[in-house]
Structure formats: structure tokens, C-alpha cells
């Protein structure tokens, strides 16, 4: 996995972590982010709309209430705040996903 320049001054700038802390957030976004699969109702149609407004993006993950938008070559391109109203039910997601990590473990 890489991270783009750019991605790295998007992340310092609306994340507010020190640039050597950018590779390990791009990880945690990977490994623990909302898929596209994952999604539902308007978070799902929400990121149909990032991946067709950025043509090289292939992988989008949620993360942190934030959009992770990540190449077909797994390089991070740009992070973009998440609206305010996808907020909660990215954190209901993120707590079914959490349950089931501990249910299948």
C-alpha cells in the first residue's frame, strides 16, 4: 500500500496526525473501514456517487468518519470528511462490524 502525496496533505490537513502517523491511518482504514459491500441505504449510494465522481478510485472505505479513496493499486488518492448525516449510521456499521468480528471469533 502507498499514499499519495496529495493524500498525505489531505490527512494532516482534515485529520489533524502528524505526517509519519499517515501510513499507519491508511492501514486502519483498510483493514477496519466500511466496504462498499458493507454499506447500506444512503451510506451505500453515497459512496456509488464518490466512486463515479472519481474515476481511479476502485476501493472506498469509511474509517474514522471519514472517505478513504484508494487506487486499483491499493495507493491512497484523497480522504474527504463524511457528511454529517451519514455519520451515525456509519457508526452503527461500524458496531454491527464489530459484534460479528467478536460473534465469528
Known amino acids: 500500500m502507498r499514499v499519495?502525496?496529495?493524500?498525505?496533505?489531505r490527512i494532516h490537513e482534515r485529520i489533524n496526525i502528524?505526517?509519519?502517523?499517515?501510513?499507519r491511518m491508511a492501514k486502519k482504514a483498510i483493514e477496519k473501514g466500511i466496504t462498499h459491500q458493507e454499506a447500506t441505504g444512503h451510506l451505500c449510494k453515497y459512496m456509488?456517487?464518490?466512486?463515479?465522481?472519481?474515476k481511479?478510485?476502485?476501493?472506498?472505505?469509511?474509517?474514522?468518519?471519514?472517505?478513504?479513496?484508494?487506487?486499483?493499486?491499493?495507493?491512497?488518492?484523497t480522504v474527504l470528511e463524511l457528511p454529517n448525516n451519514l455519520k451515525k449510521i456509519a457508526?452503527?456499521?461500524?458496531?454491527r462490524k464489530k459484534r460479528n468480528e467478536v460473534q465469528g471469533n
Open 56 to 77: 481511479t478510485a476502485s476501493n472506498i472505505r469509511v474509517y474514522n468518519h471519514k472517505s478513504f479513496l484508494f487506487s486499483s493499486n491499493m495507493t491512497l488518492i
Open 91 to 95: 457508526d452503527k456499521l461500524n458496531e
Open 48 to 54: 456509488d456517487k464518490l466512486f463515479l465522481s472519481h
Open 18 to 23: 502528524p505526517k509519519s502517523s499517515v501510513d
Open 4 to 9: 499519495s502525496k496529495h493524500a498525505t496533505k
